[in-house]
């Protein structure tokens, strides 16, 4: 069975940062597409990093330079680093996979999701 599970969130100061993690199981995270999402309340669901079989990567311009997607293939396990938070960086993340080599962002092609994490950035 194909899980998802996210750890790392929590409380940060605006310019602070955090390392958030998925751990994967049922599936080895470089054989399918895995990717982190992440929704404020009354937004929708937004892509923000992805990380395909292959190691190739494709990221949202809004987190540019900010965030980074990392993998480890031995830990079976794809982290989010993110740097220079803003308030409005406060979400729940979600990592997301699929069994497709495509890196797309597209949160409705993803089947796999886990429970998520709540980051919130406040002084």
């Known amino acids: 069975q194909l899980q998802l599970v996210e750890s790392g969130g929590g409380l940060v100061q605006p310019g602070g940062s955090l390392r958030l993690s998925c751990a994967a199981s049922?599936?080895?995270?470089?054989?399918?597409?895995v990717a982190w999402f992440r929704q404020a309340p009354g937004k929708e669901r937004e892509g923000l990093w992805v990380?395909?079989?292959?190691?190739?990567?494709n990221y949202a311009n809004s987190v540019e330079g900010r965030f980074t997607i990392s993998r480890d293939n031995a830990k079976n396990m794809v982290y989010l680093q993110m740097n220079s938070l803003k308030p409005e960086d406060a979400a729940v993340y979600y990592c997301?996979?699929?069994?497709?080599?495509?890196?797309?962002?597209?949160?409705?092609?993803?089947?796999?999701w886990g429970q998520g994490t709540r980051v919130t950035v406040s002084s």
């Open positions: 997301a996979a699929r069994n497709h080599p495509d890196y797309s962002l597209q949160a409705r092609l993803y089947d796999n």
């Open positions: 049922g599936f080895t995270v470089d054989s399918y597409t």
């Open positions: 990380i395909n079989p292959n190691g190739g990567t």
